[in-house]
Structures are given as C-alpha cells and as structure tokens.
C-alpha cells in the first residue's frame, strides 16, 4: 500500500470571527488549494470536520456549500461529525480514501463557528452528546474534568499547581502563535487564583469558546512528488471508542480510547512513545494533558504530573515538547477544526515552517479526543526527507 | 420510580443499563440502586451551568457495592460488603458540603433540570432522578 502524503496546510485566525461557518471553511480551504498548489479540480473528495453547524448556526449542507465555493465540483464530499475529534476523524478519512487507492487528491478541511452563542448554550450543545441520565444532571464536559481532575490528584497525590503550569506552559507557546486566540503568557498565581469553574479546576484550565477553520491536502506519495520534494507522510493513524457513559469506566484517570488509538498509530507506524519528537494533544481541559501522556505512553500512569514539573514537555527546553501551538488551551477549539489544526502545526513542526515555535523534529504526534474520551484518533506524522 | 440498573449473566451490573452488556450477554434482571446507599468517589462543584440547571451544581460519581439478588424483600439493601458488585453512577448532590468517601443515599426529586430550557427535546427522556444525599 502506498504511503499517504499531505502537501498542504492552512489555518485561520482563531477567535471571534465575524464569518459564518460557511466563510471560515471557505477561507481555509482556499488556502489550503493554495499552499499545496493544487487547482481545485483536481479534487477528488473532499471532507468537511463539522460537529454542529446545525445546532450553533442552522446551517445544515456545509459540505455542498464547500464544494461549490471552491469550485470543486464535482468531488464527492462528505462531513465527518464525531464531536470534538471530528477533525482526528476526518484525518481518518481522509487517509483511508487516499490509501484505498478511491482518491489520489483528497482535501480535508475543519471547522466550527461558536462565539456568537452565549457560554451556557456552548455549553449545552457540546454537552448534549452526554448519556441522558449523565445530562439529566446538567452534566458539562468542564464538570466531568472536574470531577476526574479530583480523583487525579487525590490518588496520586499531585499537586494542584501541576495542573496550572500546563496552562502556562500552553499559553507561553500560543504567544508564538500568530493564529492563536490568547497570545498571552500568564503566570501561575494567575492560573490558580482564576475563578473556580468545576472544582477543583478554574477559569484558566478550560479553552475557551472559538471559531476557525483549518485543512490539509492528502494525495499518494507518488503524487505528491508531482507537486513537491518536501513533504509529511501519515505514519499511522488508528482510532477508538470507549465508553458512552463516562461514569461506567473502571478507572476514571485512564481513557481507553487514548490508550487502544495510541497502540493501533503506534503499531502502523513502527514508531513507540520515545521515538516522538513533538506532540499536540486535546488539552480541552489541563488535566487531559496528564491522561494523554499518560495512555500513549510518555509518562507511567499517575505520572505526568511530575514530568510537567521537571519542565520535560516545555517546548524550548524539554525532551517531548507538547502543544507547541499553544494548544486548545491558548490557541483555541472550534469543534471541528482542533484535530486538523493539530495536525497542521505537526505539518509545520515538520516542514520546518513553524517560525518561533520551531523545535528539532522529524516524528510528531496528534491525539484528537472527542466528548470526554468517548472517541480519540491518534495520528503519527513523518518528514519525507 | 426507580434508579434502575442491569444485571447481566458474568453478575457484572451497569448503571444505565444496555441492550447488551460488558460480558456480550443479555440482561438477566433489574436492581434498584435506590434502595442502597453508596460511596462518593469523586466530586466537583460546576459554576458554569448550561440553562435550566441550577447553579452552583454539585455532582458526585458514587459507587454502589449491590450484593446479590435475594428473594426475601427484608434483606439488607445497604452495601453488601466484600463480596458485592460495584456499579457507579453519577449524579447531583443535594449540598456542597461533600466530600470523597462519604456515604450517600438516593433521594428523589421530581425535576433535576428545566426540560424546556437546554437544546434537548424535552420529551426525550424523563427529567425527575435521584440526587445523593450524604448521610
């Protein structure tokens, strides 16, 4: 089977953005035809990464409407919706179009369109994928943070300020990040003294409320050097689901869905824990930094905590730099659009183009993690050197 | 009412139940974790709260340890000991004085949230539950 190649990558300005959903695809994808070089009609398909266009905005279609503004008719277009890692999942698809051989140019673009509702209906749609008789409850994605970052620390006796030093650690990065929506560091008596959201986490545990797009284009390594001597290959690409009911899972500090994508990428790729050079992970929330480096195997299990301590995941300094973006937690997470804008600062980490941010690497790691580890898709990236 | 879990043929209960359960097998019987108290295994107090929920929000994961099915209706029904099954659930706490390893009991109440204010369709799923109260 021949390897997958991305040629291109873009990425908007995350934040508040006056465009609808319909300009912020549009304005990625646009550049993302452009930064690979390729004509529009050479697409074959094209995915859309959307979790709730229809529910933020009313507007359903965003795939057909994408297609013709792009004057990419008439590839075949689907939208790809699996909550927060409906960006991982695209990348999934992605993949799998090209690697069955059922494309040989495939453009993925995600993104969601937020700001305009107030936090609580945010908050409900997000927190309308919950089990009813978790929603019952008023459940929130932040409250199950809460609620796991407790018994974090409780069991493993870590120290509060381990989970803050993740946001400051997170928001140094996004300083670097011109498309970041904070490009403000904060210091650790800011992030603590924050107010409480869903205790013991506080106000600068959480991402905020974004919109943005962002794309790759994905074409056989054959392909791709038609168009291009430097590139990044798909080294491996798996994805997992746990449990629908979060309260159900044995062990609430281990998210199965982590753990089995992490295996599945690990395995395609030949690649282990200690072979990644750089990684973005879903810090939604602080503590699933923690649980992410924990399931694919960068730290032991009730662990993380210290190795964040000893400064091992600072971008500039550390052995395994995380979220070198600036992460969810400064960069932003509009829905749709976080797993792809991961992969687009790998792409860059990669392709040497990440300009302040840039660390040595030549293996990188997403974990896209949808509801509160519902679905996770783990994907590893190599330079084609 | 009641807080119906599932029972299936491994012995292994679930809160909810479901078609099919951890073992792949079918559900042999209900219990009614109403009818047991529980420990807090974690907690958290939310202060951003979707509409129609109160706030703050105090929610608990409990765990129930559910002995096995008797006949005799008089039997215990508070925890089992050693050699109960563990089943968790999750839901609010009537105060925020709680704290983890507490024992809390069931308390029904007729409406946990405002059906008509979140973005579900009200008449998709019941709105009245349980909420723990220490003791």
């Known amino acids: 089977m021949e390897r997958v190649a991305i040629i291109g990558a873009s990425m908007t300005q995350f934040g508040k953005r006056e465009e609808w959903i319909r300009e912020l695809l549009a304005e990625a994808g646009l550049a993302c035809l452009e930064d690979a070089g390729v004509d529009p009609a050479d697409v074959e398909h094209l995915y859309v990464s959307n979790m709730a266009s229809g529910e933020f905005e009313g507007q359903s279609g965003v795939v057909n409407a994408l297609v013709h503004d792009l004057d990419a008719i008439p590839a075949y277009t689907q939208r790809v919706d699996q909550t927060s890692s409906s960006g991982g999942a695209g990348i999934y698809a992605a993949w799998q179009s090209v690697a069955s051989g059922a494309s040989d140019m495939t453009l993925l673009v995600g993104g969601e369109k937020m700001t305009h509702r107030t936090t609580a209906e945010a908050t409900d749609v997000i927190a309308s994928l919950t089990h009813p008789v978790e929603y019952k409850h008023g459940v929130t994605l932040p409250s199950f943070a809460g609620l796991t970052a407790r018994h974090y620390l409780e069991r493993f006796d870590a120290p509060r300020e381990s989970l803050a030093k993740v946001a400051v650690k997170n928001h140094e990065n996004g300083v670097d990040n011109p498309k970041a929506q904070f490009q403000k560091e904060i210091d650790l008596e800011t992030a603590m003294e924050s107010p409480i959201v869903a205790d013991p986490l506080r106000l600068y545990d959480f991402c905020p409320i974004t919109d943005g797009s962002a794309a790759l284009m994905f074409c056989p390594e054959s392909v791709a050097r038609e168009y291009t001597d430097e590139y990044v290959v798909i080294a491996g690409v798996d994805g997992a689901t746990d449990t629908h009911v979060v309260h159900e899972r044995e062990d609430p500090t281990i998210m199965g869905g982590v753990v089995e994508s992490g295996e599945g990428a690990y395995e395609m790729s030949g690649y282990g824990p200690d072979d990644i050079d750089v990684a973005e992970l879903h810090d939604m929330f602080t503590i699933l930094e923690f649980l992410q480096m924990e399931g694919l195997g960068f730290a032991e299990h009730g662990e993380a905590w210290k190795l964040v301590e000893e400064g091992y995941t600072e971008r500039d300094t550390g052995e395994l730099p995380i979220n070198t973006s600036g992460g969810l937690k400064s960069k932003g997470h509009p829905l749709g659009a976080s797993g792809v804008a991961q992969a687009v600062e790998i792409y860059e980490q990669l392709m040497g183009e990440a300009g302040p941010r840039q660390v040595g690497a030549d293996v990188g790691l997403t974990c896209n993690v949808g509801g509160f580890g519902n679905c996770v898709i783990t994907t590893i990236m190599e330079a084609a050197r | ?135």
């Open chain 2, 1 to 135: 009412m009641t807080m119906e879990a599932y029972r299936y043929e491994d012995g292994s209960i679930t809160y909810p139940g479901h078609p099919i359960g951890p073992d792949g097998s079918e559900p042999v019987e209900t219990i009614d974790l109403s009818e047991y108290t529980a420990k807090v295994v974690t907690w958290t107090t939310s202060t951003a709260t979707p509409p129609g929920v109160r706030e703050p929000n105090t929610l608990a994961i409990v765990e129930f340890d559910v002995s096995e099915a008797s006949d005799d209706a008089s039997s215990s029904r508070t925890q089992s000991g050693d050699d109960g099954e563990p089943v968790r659930a999750l839901g609010q706490v009537t105060t925020d004085d709680v704290e983890t390893g507490d024992t809390v009991r069931p308390v029904h109440v007729e409406e946990l949230r405002e059906p008509g204010a979140g973005i579900r369709e009200p008449e998709s799923q019941e709105w009245d539950g349980y909420r723990f109260e220490p003791v």
